[in-house]
């Protein structure tokens, strides 16, 4: 498929505004939208790992509103069940046969998966197979979900007493990670006025449908990457598998990650190709939960951005003279 230049431009003026109506929101944190919307074109799913009360539950309900997504939440504690999330079948006593329940899966688009990493690794495991293939397999019946299907997942590390690290496999399905942080002082004055008489979401406009949402997905995997630039996504993976700074590196799986999240950024910039530029600004956030550091690089206070800058800033850039 190509897009054209006409195409281009009325997705990137979509994307803006798709971008100003979550800002409603989500104050003086644009450039966190903006990678959080890349996700979502590049049909990939999102983990907001960061401290209480800054927003990340927000962020997740004002783009479910703005994109015109089936939206639904599940709030993770101990007690709940895989069932919950995928579903289970009962005995049907007058059909003389089980009957399928759906669970909270079943007709969404955007999941939200409040504070995943406090309910169970089983639970956990549950979204495996939903995240990585779209669909769900309950007593032998595969059923497909709806398309699109994005988990925007959270979690923090405050009160980390009786909660369960997520496991590599899983994390490596996640296409970001991206933290919100605390706003800036004006912004936070903004956050405190716009909550005094008004709902925040009230306001937000439905920009787009789900079917829109697909046709992005479609025109991201369009954009045009160069040869040598997937050379250079290749360069930086494997760099990252040989430093001294990392246990584990990047996976293939990541490496196809970069490209696509770095398709969506140059289509957020009004570019039907890929710049070395868009690949350098997505870098981390696709691959700082995708590696593992060596104790002597933990102990020294590095952290995975840290390390993943180093690994960029050692790789010779396609274009260099």
Same mark, same amino acid.
């Given at each position: 498929?190509?897009?054209?230049? +006409?195409? @281009?431009?009325?997705?990137?003026?979509?994307? /803006?505004?798709?971008?100003?109506? @979550? $800002?409603?929101?989500?104050?003086?944190?644009?450039?966190?939208?903006?990678?959080?919307?890349?996700?979502?074109?590049?049909? +990939?799913?999102?983990?907001?790992?960061?401290?209480?009360?800054?927003? &990340?539950?927000?962020?997740?309900?004002?783009?479910?509103?703005?994109?015109?997504?089936?939206? /639904?939440?599940?709030?993770?504690?101990? *007690?709940?069940?895989?069932?919950?999330? @995928?579903?289970?079948?009962?005995?049907?006593?007058?059909?003389?046969?089980?009957?399928?329940?759906?669970?909270?899966?079943? *007709?969404?688009?955007?999941?939200?998966?409040?504070?995943?990493?406090?309910?169970?690794?089983?639970?956990?495991?549950?979204?495996?197979?939903?995240? %990585? %293939?779209? !669909?769900?397999? @309950?007593?032998?019946?595969?059923?497909?979900?709806?398309?699109?299907?994005?988990?925007?997942?959270?979690?923090? !590390?405050?009160?980390?007493?009786?909660?369960?690290?997520?496991?590599?496999?899983?994390?490596?399905?996640?296409?970001?990670?991206?933290? =919100?942080?605390?706003? *800036?002082?004006?912004?936070?004055?903004?956050?405190?006025?716009?909550?005094?008489?008004?709902?925040?979401?009230?306001?937000?406009?439905?920009?787009?449908?789900?079917?829109?949402?697909? /046709? =992005?997905?479609?025109?991201?995997?369009?954009?045009?990457?160069?040869?040598?630039?997937? %050379?250079?996504?290749?360069? =930086?993976? $494997?760099?990252?598998?040989?430093?001294? =700074?990392?246990?584990?590196?990047?996976?293939?799986? +990541?490496?196809?990650?970069?490209?696509?999240?770095?398709?969506?950024? $140059?289509?957020?910039?009004?570019?039907?190709?890929?710049? %070395?530029?868009?690949?350098?600004?997505?870098?981390?956030?696709?691959?700082?939960?995708?590696?593992?550091?060596?104790?002597?690089?933990?102990?020294?206070?590095?952290?995975?951005?840290? $390390?993943?800058? !180093?690994?960029?800033?050692?790789? &010779?850039?396609?274009?260099?003279?």
């Amino acid at each position: 498929m190509h897009i054209d230049t +006409g195409t @281009v431009k009325a997705i990137q003026n979509a994307t /803006n505004a798709i971008t100003a109506e @979550v $800002a409603k929101v989500i104050i003086g944190k644009d450039e966190v939208i903006r990678k959080v919307l890349m996700s979502i074109m590049a049909d +990939g799913h999102i983990l907001l790992d960061d401290v209480p009360g800054v927003g &990340k539950t927000s962020l997740a309900v004002a783009f479910g509103k703005t994109l015109g997504l089936n939206y /639904n939440r599940i709030q993770f504690t101990p *007690d709940v069940l895989p069932s919950d999330i @995928v579903g289970f079948s009962v005995f049907n006593r007058d059909r003389n046969s089980f009957t399928y329940m759906p669970g909270v899966i079943n *007709d969404t688009n955007l999941l939200l998966a409040d504070e995943i990493n406090r309910t169970s690794s089983r639970t956990q495991a549950a979204l495996l197979e939903a995240m %990585e %293939e779209k !669909q769900v397999t @309950v007593d032998g019946q595969t059923r497909p979900l709806k398309d699109p299907f994005i988990v925007i997942a959270t979690q923090n !590390q405050v009160g980390a007493a009786g909660t369960q690290v997520l496991p590599h496999a899983q994390m490596d399905r996640f296409l970001v990670r991206l933290s =919100l942080g605390y706003p *800036d002082r004006a912004s936070e004055i903004k956050v405190i006025m716009n909550r005094q008489t008004e709902d925040p979401y009230a306001g937000i406009r439905t920009i787009v449908s789900a079917d829109t949402v697909k /046709n =992005l997905h479609i025109a991201t995997l369009a954009v045009t990457i160069k040869p040598q630039l997937v %050379e250079y996504i290749a360069d =930086l993976t $494997a760099a990252s598998r040989t430093s001294q =700074l990392t246990e584990l590196g990047i996976s293939p799986r +990541g490496s196809i990650a970069v490209s696509h999240m770095a398709k969506a950024c $140059a289509l957020m910039k009004g570019r039907d190709y890929v710049s %070395e530029e868009d690949i350098r600004d997505v870098f981390c956030d696709v691959c700082s939960h995708r590696i593992i550091l060596t104790q002597k690089a933990r102990a020294a206070g590095t952290t995975p951005r840290d $390390a993943l800058t !180093q690994i960029m800033n050692g790789v &010779k850039t396609p274009y260099a003279v």
